[in-house]
């Protein structure tokens, strides 16, 4: 059951992990209710949704209530914390665990992070299998809340480190949203330009809108310009001409999955941004939290790409509204994601360092470090 609560601009959460005016996700207090600001009403409404079954948070991740790996990865963090308290009268509860962790991997299939979440909680749950439900519930919550700060405090670690490679002045070209609303809070890609902001460097946003769902156009400006940052949206095809004309300094976007290559998936359109980088000597770089890392993937190629409804295209919808903007019966492809090659990558930002030049040697030694 999923109760819905109007709020206006409040968060819900009397103490937002995040320490931010709105949030992707929270757990509740109690550890009975998620609350998820529901990403595909922005920036018209901002509601949150109160959710108290883990089913029903497998669905606002596949509806992409909540989007974003590193936010996806910490939604299924606190779902389980649901699940685990659904399983009270459950005779296997590492059964009970297992299918809802199986039901949450099932939503979107390339976000790294949220197979890194699952797994951590698992884990978690399978060394405390024996104690009382509510023991349980409060262990796994703990767990949950302390993996979404960590998230935020990569963030801000990832956002230092990319700042400094930065322009003194100049445009950043962003595409699709990998801000505070993609992660537990501040943003990966978003978090460097917030932090070269806040180093005093003088730099202004171009925002790609992202086509089919817009994230670029409704959240990453929504997000900037309620921080003051400038910003300009653009139609993802006016890319090349803006670059041509020298109007893209830098480019910074976000990551779904990196593999051991240093191949990166992000949302489809991004490999399109960096061959034109390429074309045109501008800086191409990623942010990403180690929980995107998936040295397990051994190239880009092994990388799964979500395919989503082609609907998404040629309905686009926003609240109650939907379009038809195609001769009905006709299709459409729409995978969510591209892989941009390593080459095509100046640097890659986590939170345990820079990897640059980007491949399987500089995430090696990173790795090392442990997490
Ligand atoms: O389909 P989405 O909106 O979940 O895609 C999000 C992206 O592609 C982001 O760039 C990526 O998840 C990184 S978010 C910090």
Not at 215 to 234: F, K, M, N, Y
Not at 248 to 261: E, K, L, Q
Not at 309 to 331: C, F, K, M, Q, Y
């Amino acid at each position: 059951m999923t109760d819905t609560l109007r709020t206006g601009r409040s968060h819900p959460h009397p103490e937002p992990i995040s320490g931010a005016s709105y949030s992707a996700a929270e757990l509740m207090p109690g550890n009975r209710r998620v609350a998820l600001l529901d990403q595909r009403l922005l920036p018209t409404i901002e509601r949150y949704e109160l959710i108290s079954r883990c089913s029903d948070v497998a669905t606002a991740i596949k509806t992409m209530v909540v989007r974003g790996a590193p936010a996806i990865g910490v939604t299924a963090a606190y779902g389980l914390v649901l699940a685990a308290g659904e399983a009270q009268g459950t005779a296997d509860f590492m059964a009970h665990m297992r299918a809802a962790a199986a039901e949450l991997l099932a939503t979107r299939p390339t976000a790294s992070n949220l197979a890194h979440a699952v797994r951590a909680m698992l884990a978690l749950a399978e060394t405390i299998r024996d104690e009382s439900v509510s023991d349980r519930c409060t262990r796994l919550a703990d767990a949950a809340r302390e993996y979404h700060a960590a998230d935020v405090a990569a963030c801000k670690r990832m956002g230092e480190l990319g700042a400094r490679a930065m322009p003194d002045e100049g445009v950043i070209l962003t595409h699709c949203n990998a801000g505070a609303l993609a992660t537990g809070g501040y943003g990966s890609a978003l978090g460097v330009i917030r932090a070269a902001r806040a180093a005093g460097k003088r730099v202004r946003v171009i925002a790609c809108e992202t086509r089919p769902l817009l994230q670029g156009a409704r959240l990453t400006a929504w997000e900037l310009s309620r921080d003051l940052i400038p910003v300009t949206i653009i139609t993802d095809s006016m890319v090349a001409q803006l670059m041509r004309k020298g109007g893209v300094h830098a480019c910074v976007v976000g990551a779904d999955r990196i593999a051991r290559s240093g191949d990166v998936a992000n949302k489809i359109g991004t490999y399109s941004i960096a061959c034109l980088a390429k074309a045109h000597q501008i800086p191409f770089d990623v942010a990403a939290p180690w929980s995107t890392v998936d040295l397990a993937c051994v190239d880009g190629t092994f990388i799964p790409i979500e395919e989503r409804d082609p609907r998404e295209v040629t309905h686009p919808s926003h609240g109650d509204t939907t379009l038809s903007i195609a001769p009905e019966g006709v299709t459409a492809m729409n995978p969510a994601f591209d892989v941009t090659p390593a080459s095509l990558i100046r640097a890659i930002y986590t939170e345990r360092g820079v990897v640059s030049p980007v491949g399987p040697e500089a995430l090696a030694k990173l790795a090392l470090l442990g997490s």
